[in-house]
């Protein structure tokens, strides 16, 4: 079955201090990528996604993320954090264009200031 | 702008009661889910729709149906609502191919 990992399930950061988080997924066919954020009482919303092309891609708010399919990941980076990126980010995996997502289990940032 | 609304921010139900939740949106969208979101858990797919009058199940459906009369509308429905039910629920929508718009959520906690 296939399956979404988020290594880290707390941060805590400094302002300015850089950020990567990672995410794993077990499925060998097609996929597409995304990164959703959920700030403190809000909905989800897409941070980014990947569908095809450079795998690098870059998201709002000064994020971006790389898939790299050998290593079946999508981490997500941003090179300074700033404190109103407290918030909590899914990765999530859409397998064969089905339009169903598989969610990870979700990482809460928390940037002091 | 995209919109997915639900009927409720909060619902407190009673064991043993049929709970309703209801989401609509406005983007003509095919596509349409109903999530619940737990903490360490991320988000688990109860059931899906990819037309009107059409339903799939997710990860999660026992304890759960869904309606879908309409294109805009997506309701879940707990038979008899458990108190392991109480969560956050989420609904979404998409178009095939892009990305998924979610809703505010409803709290349920059921007693």
């Known amino acids: 079955a296939q399956s979404v990992s988020q290594h880290n399930h707390h941060v805590i950061l400094s302002e300015a201090a850089s950020l990567e988080l990672g995410c794993n997924y077990s499925?060998?066919?097609?996929?597409?990528l995304f990164w959703y954020v959920q700030y403190p009482g809000q909905h989800l919303q897409l941070l980014l996604k990947y569908f095809s092309g450079d795998p690098l891609v870059k998201g709002i708010k000064g994020f971006e993320a790389e898939f790299i399919k050998s290593k079946f990941s999508f981490n997500l980076r941003k090179p300074s954090v700033q404190w109103s990126d407290t918030a909590e980010y899914f990765c999530?995996?859409?397998?064969?264009?089905?339009?169903?997502?598989?969610f990870g289990q979700g990482t809460t940032l928390q940037v002091k200031p | 702008d995209v919109k997915v609304t639900q009927s409720s921010r909060y619902l407190v139900k009673r064991t043993g009661e049929k709970v309703f939740l209801e989401c609509v949106q406005d983007m003509d969208h095919e596509n349409m889910f109903w999530y619940r979101q737990d903490p360490g858990l991320g988000l688990r797919l109860i059931y899906f729709s990819y037309d009107v009058k059409m339903k799939e199940k997710g990860d999660i459906p026992e304890g759960y149906s869904v309606s879908r009369e309409k294109k805009e509308r997506f309701s879940l429905i707990l038979e008899s609502a458990s108190t392991n039910q109480t969560s956050m629920y989420l609904c979404?929508?998409?178009?095939?191919?892009?990305?998924?718009?979610f809703g505010p959520g409803t709290r349920l906690t059921v007693t």
């Open positions: 979404a929508s998409t178009s095939r191919g892009y990305e998924q718009y």
């Open positions: 999530a995996v859409e397998a064969d264009n089905t339009g169903k997502l598989i």
């Open positions: 499925y060998g066919g097609t996929v597409n």
